[in-house]
């Protein structure tokens, strides 16, 4: 709309069209600052990292000793600790979230409680991690060992599989609370037009509405496991910290992001610099991770718009 | 007008497909519709027509249980299909809804593949066939709804690669791929250009042969050029300030718009108010 031609309506002002640029610009720094910030982290890992990379190489990704007093690094325990406790951690909880992501989009339930439930699992996303630790100190471990004790195994406590539950139960409102949304946004029309030709409610959820939402449920999962690939504290009180690899997930292991937690404090030399190369190597896992969502997203989403 | 629907009745060899008996229709304790008592005719078309607000699109989604969906909604009376109650508690909603489908306001075609839009209803009602029969359903339904031509070379492509009106052909294409004895369709031009609703007019007079078509519209043009019979509804004020919906007059459409018995339709058709 052009001013001079309109009656009524007032030519904005020479300031507020510097202002309005002034904002534009200020708005444009602030998102290529955060950007920057994301480079600036990996730039400076990257460096700190060097010593380690010349040392070392490609090897470290495969080597599978860590001793600081010989200085002999390689990461694959941790990094196999990392994946292994983070998928597991899905395997639980994205059936499990998907489950109650449908449960709260629907009205299965009067609309008062799903709201309250809603508020509380949005509750547990906001609980410490250390928190969490303790509670599977002092809570989960023990049942564990009541657990397998039936069985009449020997179980330690600390170990791959307590930290995946941990992680599980971390990255659960994450899941439903991504999904739930994504579900509860789909046009009410889809519903009603697969009800109206004779489907189920079970059918139109899972043949209908879950296909539609995918592109966010599939964000939704990837974001939590992003979370359970970086998450350090609550994982490094009860997964052992024992830099091997075994493939009884009773066994006590490690990963990336409870290594660094340890064993920061006191590194001093080339050890420094190999915890920077095992950081950076966590860095480009999440960020594979990521862009894998982003491609499984607009894969899916492609087919449909 | 009972006795001119009953002798119209009469003349058509199978029996009326819904009978509609004392219905009132409630959201809550709000009374959207009153005392509706009607019969349609088979493999006719049937409009609903009248202001907006005075249960049109209520009382057509009572025919296939759409309603059950809202939490509050809740009818007295009965809904005969074929001599059925609807709303006898034995009856199961979804069989109701697969003999009874309908096509909305707005094309909603689901995310998928045009192939599997068509392909979803028979495949969530059981079909035994394999690859080639589902093909042969998929192109059937898809002539039905004159759309085949258009779309036979991108049958692997979205739905909402279509344009608006091809979608909703797509949508009657998918209520008519389960076979279904009514199509219930709620004001399905109301969001297409002109073109688009001259085809889905001349769709429904073709399938009018092999369904019954129950149609809300609010294009009085519309009804004249594709109904058989036509039900106008109209909505009064209530002491406790609301409105309730009735239906005032029902009949052959030419007698609706040429020879109104009430001066309610007469005001309506002839444009004096709505
Ligand atoms: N889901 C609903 N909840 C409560 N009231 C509703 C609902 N749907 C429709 N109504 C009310 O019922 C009346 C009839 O609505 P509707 O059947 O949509 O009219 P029409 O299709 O003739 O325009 C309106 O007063 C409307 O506000
Ligand atoms: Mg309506």
């Known amino acids: 709309m052009t001013a001079s031609d309109v009656p009524n309506t007032r030519s904005r002002t020479a300031g507020e069209k510097k202002f309005d640029g002034f904002f534009v610009g200020l708005t444009t720094a602030f998102a290529i600052g955060t950007g920057l910030l994301l480079l600036a982290i990996s730039f400076i890992i990257l460096m700190a990292a060097i010593p380690a990379i010349r040392e070392f190489g490609l090897q470290f990704v495969i080597a599978s000793t860590w001793n600081p007093v010989q200085d002999a690094y390689g990461a694959l325990p941790m990094i196999y600790g990392t994946l292994v406790s983070a998928f597991i951690a899905l395997l639980i909880a994205v059936p499990l979230g998907l489950g109650v992501a449908i449960f709260l989009s629907e009205n299965f339930i009067p609309l008062k409680i799903r709201t309250v439930l809603v508020f509380m699992i949005e509750l547990l996303a906001a609980i410490p991690s250390v928190v969490y630790g303790l509670w599977g100190i002092f809570v989960l471990i023990p049942a564990m060992k009541w657990f397998f004790g039936l069985f009449g195994l020997q179980f330690i406590g600390p170990s791959m599989l307590t930290a995946a539950l941990i992680l599980s139960i971390m990255i659960l409102p994450i899941i439903i609370a991504i999904s739930r949304d994504s579900l509860a946004s789909l046009p009410p029309d889809l519903r009603q037009a697969s009800l109206g030709i004779g489907a189920t409610r079970w059918g139109t959820i899972f043949r209908v509405l879950i296909p539609a939402a995918v592109s966010g449920i599939v964000g939704g999962i990837m974001l939590a496991l992003g979370r359970a690939m970086g998450e350090t504290m609550a994982a490094t009180m009860v997964i052992g910290n024992s830099n091997q690899i075994s493939l009884s997930l009773l066994e006590p292991g490690n990963t990336i992001a409870s290594l660094l937690a340890n064993q920061f404090a006191e590194a001093k030399g080339l050890q420094v610099s190999a915890l920077m190369y095992a950081a950076f190597v966590l860095v480009i896992m999440t960020l594979v991770v990521n862009i894998l969502a982003q491609v499984i997203v607009s894969n899916v989403k492609a087919k449909y718009d | 007008m009972v006795e001119q629907v009953a002798a119209q009745t009469n003349q058509t060899k199978t029996s009326t497909v819904f009978k509609i008996e004392d219905c009132d229709i409630y959201y809550g304790s709000y009374k959207a519709v009153r005392d509706v008592s009607m019969e349609i005719p088979p493999n006719q078309i049937t409009s609903f027509i009248g202001p907006s607000g005075c249960g049109k699109s209520t009382i057509l989604r009572c025919l296939n249980r759409l309603n059950d969906l809202i939490e509050i909604f809740h009818l007295t009376g009965k809904i005969l299909y074929h001599g059925q109650n609807l709303y006898d508690s034995d009856i199961d909603p979804v ?22 839009n068509i392909a979803y209803g028979p495949r969530i009602n ?10 042969a359903l998929v192109e059937r339904s898809l ?20 344009s608006g009106g091809q979608q909703q052909r797509l949508c009657i294409a998918r209520a008519v791929a389960v076979d279904p004895e009514v199509v219930l369709m709620d004001e399905p031009c109301s969001a297409l250009d002109p073109i688009s609703t001259l085809k889905i007019e001349e769709l429904m007079m073709e399938l009018r042969e092999k369904y019954t078509i129950v149609i809300v519209t609010h294009n009085m043009q519309q009804a004249t050029r594709v109904a058989d019979k036509t039900a106008f509804f109209n909505a009064v004020p209530t002491e406790s300030g609301g409105k309730v919906g009735y239906l005032a007059e029902f009949n052959d459409t030419q007698e609706i718009f040429g020879n109104p018995k009430e001066t309610a339709t007469r005001d309506y058709v002839t444009g004096r108010f709505g």
Do not use: C, H
Request: cysteine-free; charged content about 40%; glycine content about 8%.
């Open chain 2, 126 to 135: 059981g079909f035994k066939g394999d690859t080639d029969e589902m093909d």
């Open chain 2, 95 to 116: 069989e109701v809804r697969r003999r009874i489908g309908m096509v909305f306001q707005r094309p909603n075609p689901f995310p998928k593949t045009i192939y599997d």
């Open chain 2, 143 to 162: 002539k039905r709804a004159v759309l085949w031509d258009e779309v036979k070379d991108k049958l692997q492509e979205s739905g909402f690669s279509l």
